[in-house]
């Protein structure tokens, strides 16, 4: 009875066009992040929870650590290790049709979550981040505010589209409630699921994330991660050394993610079931973590001390080593979580110790290390995650200080593009792929005619008899023969109706030559240096198959042909690309509803 109410709801639902407008997107938006709020609040809690069963103590993840015996400390990540590999065994047992990645879902999906591998992979992420695991929380609980929104997306059957855009918007809110940065969270989403800043899809993800912080707010939740109010002003000089720490920070945040991806290489060559991996990966930190508990968990606390108490070079730099180990040693081994944190983490260490330096080098300077600090995580991050402006305001938004901002911009938009240039690497596939397709477009737009030229066979030349023209008409089934002088001098075409009536008018052709029956205004003809445009408005108008490509000079020779089929080609190819664009994803017709 109560399913029939609730199918008869749905389908009721379903009949209402106007609820998937985009007028309506908004409200369906402010749901999403009231859902990712409450997503966020359950993570947390559940974090609570797992640690006083396993410690009886709850809170920070460093000060748990550290108040565990040696052996607590390798026996609990090893122990957390093997709990999240059988959750992660456990979900790539389910089949089904649905994405298991948000990110994959609105990027290259049809929005659909995957409930139950959802909820098995956040558990799993859940483990992990709760027994010391050195990687962010921040991806599960975005997971999980996007799951919400798929869901609800398929109850009231969303257009394909428009259910993509929920459960971007239901990621949106998870960013937003994760840091307290609605903006960044929004801009997140905008900047590397989507691709698009287009206002018909940031406007709902910036509801989403708004109402997500709102919730946050009211239930007590939200706090300044890194609330910051001295920050001293720069003077203009001074920004220079923040613009050599944003080319530092370019260099250093692709070789973070190569290690990374080095780490996950070598664990996957093990073979080794996926339980026994997440646990050998969990006691290599445990080992790691009996002579340093600081490097456990998301490093919110050690961050927090880079920012408000002074550290010694040495420190700095054994604690910023041993972090990268420990983060790749979590996430090599396979474990379900963010590196978005950990990236913060190494941009901080890495900005203390280039303010360490600079405050040795330059003693008058008016800037604070803890500035480099900051400067040195929004750089970092940008890098990693090819998103800078997101990186920008989510410092500015973790810190509500306007005096970041210049030195930020500048040395965020550096690290970005000295990464880029460095390597095709970022934190997330989705951008890379994201980035190859918009030069695949880019290639496809400005692909020129010579790249498409093809050897000329049904050629003769001028001083030809007539009969080898009859017989290449034979042995080839074209309209269209080319005319060539003896220094390859395009000179006209025979065309096979031509031919035809003149067999039917004159009895004896013997006498005549290939350049007696030619004719030059039939056709155009194509130049190597014409782009795909230009070549399609010639096919539209001509009938035929292909077209002679020549030089462009005034005696023009023949180079070769282009098929119209390899011109369509390009173009299908390049149709595919813009199919997958964000801006492409709201185009559809919003009636359209998917009963899945």
């Not at 008869?8 to 999403?32: E, F, I, K, Q």
Request: with cysteine; charged share 15%; net charge positive.
């Amino acid at each position: 009875m109560i399913q029939r109410s609730v199918q008869s709801v749905r389908n009721r639902l379903a009949g209402y066009s106007w609820l998937t407008d985009m007028p309506a997107m908004l409200c369906w938006a402010a749901v999403a992040g009231v859902f990712g709020a409450f997503a966020t609040i359950a993570f947390h809690q559940g974090m609570d929870l797992v640690q006083h069963m396993a410690t009886g103590k709850s809170g920070s993840i460093v000060g748990m650590i550290t108040s565990l015996p040696w052996y607590g400390r390798l026996m609990l990540p090893a122990a957390g290790g093997v709990m999240a590999g059988l959750l992660l065994w456990a979900a790539s047992r389910l089949q089904g049709g649905a994405n298991a990645d948000y990110m994959e879902a609105v990027a290259i999906g049809d929005g659909r979550l995957s409930i139950r591998q959802g909820l098995l992979r956040s558990l799993s992420s859940l483990f992990s981040v709760s027994s010391g695991g050195s990687l962010g929380r921040e991806g599960a609980m975005v997971h999980l505010a996007s799951l919400c929104a798929s869901a609800l997306g398929r109850f009231t059957y969303f257009s394909t589209a428009r259910l993509r855009l929920l459960v971007a918007c239901g990621a949106a809110a998870g960013v937003a409630s994760a840091y307290g940065a609605p903006l960044a969270g929004a801009l997140f989403v905008a900047e590397i699921v989507l691709g698009s800043m287009s206002m018909r899809s940031f406007g709902p993800l910036l509801v989403a994330a708004a109402s997500a912080n709102i919730v946050m707010r009211m239930t007590g939740h939200y706090q300044t991660t890194y609330a910051m109010t001295d920050i001293p002003q720069i003077p203009g000089l001074e920004v220079l050394p923040f613009v050599a720490l944003g080319v530092l920070a370019g260099f250093g945040a692709p070789l973070f993610l190569k290690f990374i991806d080095l780490t996950r290489r070598l664990f996957r060559r093990t073979k080794l079931p996926l339980p026994l991996r997440l646990g050998v990966g969990g006691a290599l930190l445990g080992i790691l973590l009996m002579f340093l508990p600081p490097v456990a968990g998301n490093g919110y606390s050690v961050v927090y001390s880079f920012l408000h108490t002074s550290w010694a070079w040495q420190a700095v730099v054994v604690i910023l080593v041993c972090k990268v180990v420990a983060t790749a040693i979590t996430v090599g081994s396979g474990a379900v979580g963010g590196v978005f944190t950990p990236a913060l983490f190494v941009g901080g260490a890495l900005g203390t110790l280039f303010g360490l330096i600079m405050a040795a080098m330059w003693p008058g300077m008016q800037a604070p290390v803890y500035m480099y600090a900051l400067v040195g995580m929004g750089s970092f991050l940008g890098a990693a995650t090819s998103a800078p402006l997101m990186a920008i305001l989510m410092i500015f938004e973790m810190t509500l200080s306007y005096q970041i901002v210049l030195p930020l911009m500048l040395a965020a938009v550096v690290a970005y593009f000295v990464s880029r240039a460095m390597a095709e690497v970022a934190m997330y596939d989705v951008t890379v792929v994201r980035e190859r397709d918009a030069l695949l477009r880019h290639r496809l737009r400005y692909t020129l005619i010579s790249d498409l030229v093809r050897p000329a066979d049904t050629v003769v030349a001028a001083s030809a008899p007539i009969k080898d023209a009859l017989q290449m008409f034979l042995d080839y089934p074209v309209r269209y023969l080319y005319v060539v002088d003896d220094d390859n001098i395009f000179q006209g075409v025979i065309a096979q109706q031509d031919l035809t009536s003149l067999l039917l008018s004159q009895s004896d052709l013997g006498q005549k030559l290939a350049g007696d029956v030619l004719r030059r205004d039939v056709i155009k003809t194509l130049h190597a240096s014409m782009s795909l445009d230009q070549a399609q408005d010639y096919f539209v108008q001509f009938r035929g198959e292909r077209l002679p490509v020549v030089t462009n000079e005034e005696r023009p020779a023949l180079l070769g042909v282009v098929y119209k089929s390899a011109v369509l080609e390009k173009y299908s190819a390049l149709k595919r690309s813009l199919d997958a664009s964000a801006e492409a994803m709201l185009d559809h017709p919003p009636e359209r509803r998917s009963r899945s």
